[in-house]
C-alpha cells in the first residue's frame, strides 16, 4: 500500500525483555530458520516470525491449567496484544492476494487466540511493571 504504516515505538529494546521468556522455555531464536540478514545478531528478538515461533511453542507445551493459561495470557497480552491486530489488519488490507490471504488468515487466527485466552488484564489500566522471570516447563 501506499499509505503510511505506522507501528507504536518498540517497548523493548528489539525484544531484550524477551530473553527471560526464552530462557526459561529453553527456545534460542538463532536456530530459526531465517533470512541471512535475520541471522545471528541482526535478528530482533520481538520479530514477528519469532513471536510467533514461540508462542507455537507455549501453545505446544501448555496443559489446561490455570498456571499454564496464565502464562499464555500474559505473553500474549505482553507482546502480540499490542501491534497483532495492526499488523493483521494492515496485511489483510494489502492489494496483493497472497498477502491479503495471510493477513486475513492471521486475523482468524488472532480472533481465535484471543477467544481461547482472554486478556489477563484490564486493557483500560496501564501497568508498568517490570518484567518478571515466569517459570515454564515445556513438553518433552
Known amino acids: 500500500t501506499t499509505e503510511f504504516w505506522h507501528f ?12 527471560a521468556w526464552y530462557d526459561v522455555a529453553g527456545f534460542n531464536p538463532g536456530t530459526l530458520p531465517a533470512d541471512a540478514i535475520l541471522s545471528g545478531s541482526n535478528r ?3 520479530h514477528i ?22 502464562v499464555l495470557a500474559e505473553f500474549i497480552d505482553d507482546y502480540l496484544q499490542p501491534s497483532m491486530p495492526v499488523f493483521t489488519y494492515l496485511l489483510a488490507s494489502c492489494d496483493s492476494p497472497y498477502i491479503g490471504l495471510l493477513g486475513e ?23 508498568n511493571s517490570k518484567t518478571r522471570l515466569i517459570a515454564i516447563t515445556p513438553m518433552a
Open 49 to 70: 516470525g519469532v513471536l510467533l515461533a514461540f508462542l507455537a511453542l507455549l501453545l505446544d507445551g501448555a496443559r489446561s491449567i490455570e498456571a499454564d493459561q496464565a
Open 105 to 127: 488468515s492471521l486475523t482468524d487466527f488472532w480472533g481465535a487466540l484471543r477467544s481461547a485466552h482472554p486478556r489477563s488484564k484490564d486493557p483500560t489500566q496501564e501497568t
Open 44 to 46: 530482533p528478538y520481538d
Open 8 to 19: 507504536p515505538p518498540a517497548r523493548h529494546d528489539s525484544g531484550d525483555a524477551l530473553i
